[in-house]
């Protein structure tokens, strides 16, 4: 047994699960208050007119969904860099570390009534959160043996909660501090929360000192080359650098410099992933590629779901009739509501996933992402019927609103379908990468769910010229086709796995197979 194993089979337990789990689980879950209670006051700390009692920056509702869909995009694309510097030089576990106190400096200076506080408290969360993110969910499925499947996917469940549980006390208390007390004593609340998870994450270091580290790289000096200057050696990542920098160049003069900007920076990420899939011998190409095919998934996943903290939000503060009484709902807390059906449901449909399988019952990672998409879109249709009940006089101002139950219809559903989505995916990346680039293509994973934000927030934008009601339903038709699609393509999907949700399965040097049936520890 080596000394992995080792470690992994002594490790301290807690419910039948390592100590190290709720280490990061307590890390991840003051992450996510930080980051989930900025989300939640973001846009409507943009729009809030400049002459109010708590003033905003009294933006126009397209110009900051525009800038939510960029600086979203930016948190998770900076994924892949922040996957690279762990896997190459730093280790997951100092990358966490770092992440976190780029973290609370930015959520501590966007405490700062200043613009230039504000951007740059933005461009340091986008640092921290591609440091911290990737990296602290790779070090989940390192906790685990990888012939404990079911237990490895319940840890991340666990997990989880934890992010959601970050997520549900965030925008309840930041939202209504933000919106009630002052935008700016909300972001520094966001801030002290981002420090108490740092000061647990260094508590906890015993428990997870053997998960994390920087692989040694083993392999000869030619195998072992700068990444960066392989996508120039090897033809076809210089080839797919080439066309993505010249399809950039053609967006930026013909349609707009910033999304010819964006492509241009995504050529070498590009660059990167063919690099990748170059090292890999037969079986770990074939993995690779089935990982990156499901990040399309994720794309229109979180292109869809994430009109939440954009265009829904803003829909909530100004379209929907928030009086509970004598009191007004602060539509910040609608935030609150996906994170506390997590809580609720989280368990509940891993139990059922489990109990799917055991009745042997289709049950791959990419069938539970599939129907994961096809739920969340659903949820779009009560945003259909919600868009059809605000009334508008001859002037096109609102006299009628709709009623809040359509809000938090739609959460469920979306809350259900991103059960059955991004736990799983998290997962499904550890069981696939390779070792050696697995905080890279957790990266690249958290890059896909970036590149969703961006979607989202192009289509938050649009919603002003062709109508919510057009918005949410098409977003609810498109889902359910795009998740039929694939479980159609299941077959030829899953045999790109080669098992690896089955079995631990170990490939030699020379891409041969072979199972290693050790016995599952209780």
Sequence with gaps: MSTIESHLSNQRKFLGHPVGLYVLFMTEMWERFSYYGMRAILVLYLVAETAADNPGLGWANDSAIALYGWYTMFVYVASIPGGIIADKLLGQRKSVFVGGMLLVAGHSILAV??????????????????????????????????????????????????????????????????????????????????????????????????VGNLVEDTRPDQDRDNLFLKIFKQRNAFIGLLLMVLAGVYIWYMVDWQYGALVIGLAFAVGFGIVVY????????????????????????????????????????QKTNLAFGSFMVPASWFQSVNAIFILTFATIVGSIWIWWKNRHKESSSLFKMAIGVIIMGWGFFFMSLASKEVGYDAAGEIIKKSGMQWLVLAYLFHTLGELCTSPVALSFITKLAPDRWMAFMMGAYFAATGLGNKVAGVLGESASEFGEFAIFTGIAIFCTIFGLLVIAMLKPLKRLTHGAEDLQIEVDASGELAASLETQEA
């Design 113 to 210: 009534e200043q613009m230039w506080a504000f951007y740059l408290g933005l461009v340091l969360i986008v640092m921290g959160v591609g440091m911290l993110k990737p990296n602290i969910s790779t070090m989940v499925g390192g906790l685990y043996p990888k012939n404990q499947q079911n237990k490895r996917d319940m840890g991340f469940y666990i997990f989880y909660m934890g992010i959601n549980l970050g997520a549900a006390t965030s925008a309840l208390i930041v939202g209504y501090i933000g919106e009630n007390i002052g935008w700016h004593y909300g972001f520094g609340l966001a801030g002290i929360g981002m420090a108490l998870g740092q000061l647990i994450y260094w508590w906890g270091q015993k428990y997870i000192r053997h």
């Design 278 to 317: 170059n090292d890999g011998n037969k079986v770990e190409k074939d993995r690779i590629l089935v990982t990156y095919l499901s990040f399309l998934i994720i794309i229109v996943f979180w292109g869809a779901f994430e009109q939440a903290g954009g265009l829904m939000n803003v829909y909530a503060a």
